[in-house]
């Protein structure tokens, strides 16, 4: 056969010999109460400090957060998260803080909180900031990939929020987009676009900036069923779905051309909604069924066939939901190009998937630099239509998380606001007994007094923080 025959038979790839294992007993994490909602989301987020999961609360809302260390049994005692008055939906680490979390819930809320590095005594009720803005419950958050702070929300009510968490501010409500439930939405890669899939059977491109869809396709797969949409990194987008067969698919589109799909397979005809997990480093999906015991994994490529087929993870217990280590996160002298955190009934279980190769050298191919902790802009610099790439790190010597800052939420004061200054003071609707000068001296007393309760409760929160390290032991 010719040089260029032999060579379509087998594709050369690095990674056409990834192989997933899971890790031994004692590294899982046992004993864990896994959320039973039923919503298409992962249920658990990780990130290289903690493992975060979706647990059963009675009455209200909860979710444990784990220090990735702390494996084996957890503690019947070990605290929640637990400010939410209904049931927890989805939950997302904020990329640029380890420490920061944001939790979505039934009772319309989004809550962000901040996770100490020590395991704190008792359950944690008190978020850092609550956004209120949703009619219905809220199913889906996710963090901006390299703003600060900017975090969006979508809801039953088919509607997408953007926030500043640092303000604790609206600043963006998409209306009037969605007909119907909203199945998922994710970001580009520098944050400038969404996509998301709805029920109405769309699949939209909307830059949230200007509040304008730039681009749809209806249909993407005939099926009834639920998709799923996520952009790759140079500005394709991946969808998963079923056939009018009820055939499980996947697809590739591009933009550009929007009627026709680039790649289109059919699957098999379990009824899982396929969650996708994209590592942009490797061009590898790995395609998550919720309540299959599999992971399928593909290739995607800037030539035809497009989506390659790599291999299938597979094992005896299905999977309630699923969380996907950052890059920086995987151990790079193992070679492992990614980690999941399957959740049965009662545990969570890692999952590593490995590139063999025999040197112990840092291997470069596998890990070219990649999306560091630190933000590129603010968030009023993306708003006002700034875009920035991540900032990269090199992993080379591995990625040591550091330490975090303390997530400040500064509220703009209404007091800060004062009355204009001139004659105008006399159509005050303030008793007009009261002269002014006195009014500004209870609202400085008031003031005040609001500083030393803020600074008395740090201390009680300081001193209960070091009790706490003291009982623990310093782990």
């Not at 990735?68 to 957890?74: A, E, P």
């Not at 702070?149 to 809801?155: E, K, P, R």
């Amino acid at each position: 056969a010719s040089p260029a025959m032999s060579r379509r038979v087998v594709r050369q790839s690095k990674f056409r010999h990834v192989f997933g294992q899971p890790v031994k007993a004692d590294q899982m994490y046992e004993d864990i109460r896994v959320s039973k909602v039923t919503w298409d989301s992962s249920f658990c987020a990780v990130n290289p400090k903690f493992v975060a999961i979706i647990v059963e609360s009675g009455g209200g809302g909860a979710f444990i957060v784990l220090p990735l260390s702390k494996t084996g049994r957890v503690d019947k005692n070990h605290p929640l998260v637990t400010g939410h008055t209904a049931p927890v939906l989805d939950i997302d680490w904020c990329p640029h803080n380890d420490n920061v979390i944001a939790s979505a819930s039934e009772d319309t809320t989004v809550m962000v909180w901040q996770i100490p590095d020590y395991v704190p005594v008792r359950n944690i009720t008190e978020p850092v900031v609550t956004l209120e803005g949703h009619s219905k419950r809220v199913g889906i958050i996710s963090w901006h990939p390299t703003a600060r702070n900017v975090l969006l929300s979508a809801g039953c009510d088919n509607l997408v929020i953007l926030w500043n968490v640092g303000t604790g501010e609206m600043l963006l409500a998409l209306e009037d987009m969605h007909t119907d439930l909203i199945y998922n939405v994710g970001w580009n890669r520098n944050g400038s676009l969404l996509v998301t899939t709805c029920k109405d059977k769309k699949v939209r491109v909307i830059d949230p900036r200007k509040q304008q869809v730039v681009a749809e396709k209806a249909k993407p797969h005939d099926g009834a069923r639920p998709i799923r949409a996520i952009f790759m990194a140079d500005g394709k987008i991946f969808t998963t779905g079923f056939s009018k067969m009820s055939e499980r698919q996947l697809g590739l589109w591009d933009l550009k051309n929007f009627e026709e799909p680039i790649a289109l397979q059919e699957m098999d005809t379990s009824n899982g909604v396929l969650l996708p997990f994209y590592d942009p480093d490797s061009s590898i999906v790995y395609l998550c069924g919720k309540g299959d015991s599999s992971i399928r994994y593909f290739e995607i490529t800037a030539e035809a066939p497009y989506v390659h087929y790599l291999n299938t993870y597979s094992s005896k217990e299905p999977q309630r939901g699923m969380g996907f280590m950052p890059k920086r996160g995987l151990d790079v002298s193992k070679c492992e190009i990614a980690r999941f955190f399957k959740l049965h009934e009662r545990k969570c279980e890692p999952i590593v998937m490995t590139v063999p190769r025999k040197s112990d050298l840092f291997q470069d191919d596998l890990y070219p630099d990649t999306p560091g902790p630190e933000p590129a802009m603010e968030a009023d610099e993306w708003l006002s239509g700034k875009d920035a790439e991540p900032i990269l790190i090199s992993l080379r010597d591995g990625y040591v998380p550091v330490k975090n800052r303390e997530l400040k939420v500064v509220k703009k004061n209404i007091l800060d606001n004062k009355p204009p200054p001139g004659p105008r003071r006399s159509h005050s609707t303030c008793n007009p007994d009261i002269p002014q000068p006195a009014l500004e001296e209870v609202l400085e007393e008031i003031r005040a007094l609001k500083e030393t309760v803020q600074a008395q409760e740090k201390r009680i929160c300081d001193l209960e923080n070091k009790l706490c390290q003291f009982t623990n032991g310093t782990d």
